[in-house]
């Protein structure tokens, strides 16, 4: 009967909700205003559903959610915002590569080593200026699997990990869109690249500490997605750009 209730209730969900529920992800391209049901959605979950069982991932609402709404709101109505979104996590026998064994000393009897790499998030924007900002989030955790004996002998395993999150963001110019070189130089953990041409590409690369919370990760995500746009004059609309009312 429970099962019943909770079934109808994540029936009721918006689709991509359901997605996010059951397979943990989805990929999917929609206007801008098309968003909002399905953020409405994911707030109102647990007033329906409780079980953890049934919980969308945690950094839907803590990451994807508030990037979402960044974005939006540098969007036209007409702007198309793409998500692939990945919350599968790292234990997916896919993203994990192969082990091997590392040099131990007793007390230590063996250690195994491997890595993961989860390509979790990419998102792609048409923003109100006319410019495209492309983001792609990448998890890459090593793993660690470590043998030992105690001084009462009893063998013990335990498992080590350490991970960082990769984030690379690309912003795309318009043709005949003007750059001017910021006054102060970024961060010193963002690193920037500017490729001239036909259109303008500005692109910013970080790596950010795996142990933060979620709200420091879309923290520092967003520091590096504003990071490209201190390269073109404030307050100037791109060349060929449509203005709403």
Do not use: C
């Not at 709101?73 to 994990?96: F, I, Q, W, Y």
């Amino acid at each position: 009967m429970f099962w019943r209730k909770q079934r109808a209730a994540i029936e009721r969900f918006h689709p991509l909700h359901r997605a996010l529920v059951l397979e943990r992800g989805f990929t999917v391209s929609l206007y801008r205003d098309d968003w909002e049901p399905v953020i409405q959605s994911l707030a109102g979950h647990d007033q329906h559903v409780r079980r953890r069982k049934w919980a969308p991932p945690e950094r839907a609402a803590g990451v994807v959610v508030p990037l979402l709404r960044v974005l939006a709101a540098d969007m036209r109505p007409e702007g198309v915002l793409s998500v692939a979104a990945d919350l599968r996590g790292t234990d997916v026998a896919e993203k994990n590569g192969p082990a091997h064994e590392l040099p131990v000393q007793r007390p230590v009897l063996s250690v195994k080593q491997w890595y993961a790499v989860d390509p979790w998030l990419r998102v792609r924007a048409e923003l109100r200026d006319g410019s495209v900002l492309e983001l792609a989030v990448t998890e890459r955790l090593r793993k660690r699997q470590i043998r030992k004996r105690n001084p009462r002998g009893k063998i013990k395993v335990k498992g080590k990990s350490k991970s960082v999150h990769l984030v690379r963001v690309t912003r795309r110019l318009p043709k005949g869109a003007a750059i001017s070189r910021p006054g102060a130089p970024p961060p010193e953990w963002i690193k920037v690249q500017v490729r001239q041409g036909n259109r303008m590409v500005i692109r910013t690369n970080a790596k950010i500490n795996g142990s933060r919370p979620d709200a420091q990760l879309t923290e520092g995500i967003l520091l590096v997605s504003a990071e490209p746009f201190r390269w073109t004059p404030p307050g100037t609309a791109a060349p060929g750009a449509r203005r709403t009312t």
